[in-house]
T-cell receptor, first 114, second 112 residues
Framework: GAGVSQSPSNKVTEKGKDVELRCDPI?????LYWYRQSLGQGLEFLIY????????KSGLPSDRFSAERTGGSVSTLTIQRTQQEDSAVYLC????????????FGSGTRLTVV | AQSVTQLGSHVSVSEGALVLLRCNYS??????LFWYVQYPNQGLQLLLK??????LVKGINGFEAEFKKSETSFHLTKPSAHMSDAAEYFC??????????FGKGTRLHILP
């Protein structure tokens, strides 16, 4: 596609429910990243996929968070048993190679846990 | 480990005045440095990046940044602010082969 596509753009969920956030990267981009943006906290790294290598999960805040990338393309970020502190904008980005190429970001999914 | 510190969570400048957004980094290896901009209700957009070579980097919309290794700084400047420059700006650092680490951001306000 022409850009990085994220869906849904907005998601309101009840505390304790599971949610899935989807990211469709630019075609051919080998690297895919998830970040979380909270008010006043900047962008917090969550997870990084590079080609067929094992993902870098070092930023996932708890075991309620997981992500997968199928076929080297689409990625899904899953949050289980959502908590109010999970409310944030979740941003996906992709890159043609390593990070020094810079990223192309999607518009994000705004998650609100009520 | 890499890290970025942006001085000032909010900066206000008058239209036509110089814009200066400060960024200092910490890196154990020669860094790759970036500035991203986020306009209201939009995703992040790359303004400019430093990888190797010339230390003064020019980006889009008249912005530029200078890599100063001795000061571990990568400040963003623009000679004359426009109302359309109002946005949040993020400084970021990477080892190159690894993820990008972002600062907490600086919100730029332009006063008429």
């Amino acid at each position: 596609g022409a850009g990085v596509s994220q869906s849904p753009s907005n998601k309101v969920t009840e505390k304790g429910k599971d949610v899935e956030l989807r990211c469709d990267p630019i075609s051919g981009h080998t690297a895919l990243y998830w970040y979380r943006q909270s008010l006043g906290q900047g962008l917090e790294f969550l997870i990084y996929f590079q080609g067929n290598s094992a993902p870098d999960k070092s930023g996932l805040p708890s075991d309620r968070f997981s992500a997968e990338r199928t076929g080297g393309s689409v990625s899904t970020l899953t949050i289980q048993r959502t908590q109010q502190e999970d409310s944030a904008v979740y941003l996906c980005a992709s890159s043609a190679g390593t990070a020094n190429y810079g990223y192309t970001f999607g518009s994000g999914t705004r998650l609100t846990v009520v | 480990a890499q890290s970025v510190t942006q001085l000032g969570s909010h900066v206000s400048v008058s239209e036509g005045a110089l814009v200066l957004l400060r960024c200092n980094y910490s890196s154990s290896v020669p860094p790759y440095l970036f500035w991203y901009v986020q306009y209201p209700n939009q995703g992040l957009q790359l303004l400019l990046k430093y990888t190797t070579g010339a230390t003064l980097v020019k980006g889009i919309n008249g912005f530029e940044a200078e890599f100063k290794k001795s000061e571990t700084s990568f400040h963003l400047t623009k000679p004359s602010a426009h109302m359309s420059d109002a946005a949040e700006y993020f400084c970021a650092v990477s080892k190159g082969s690894d993820k990008i680490i972002f600062g907490k951001g600086t919100r730029l306000h332009i006063l008429p």
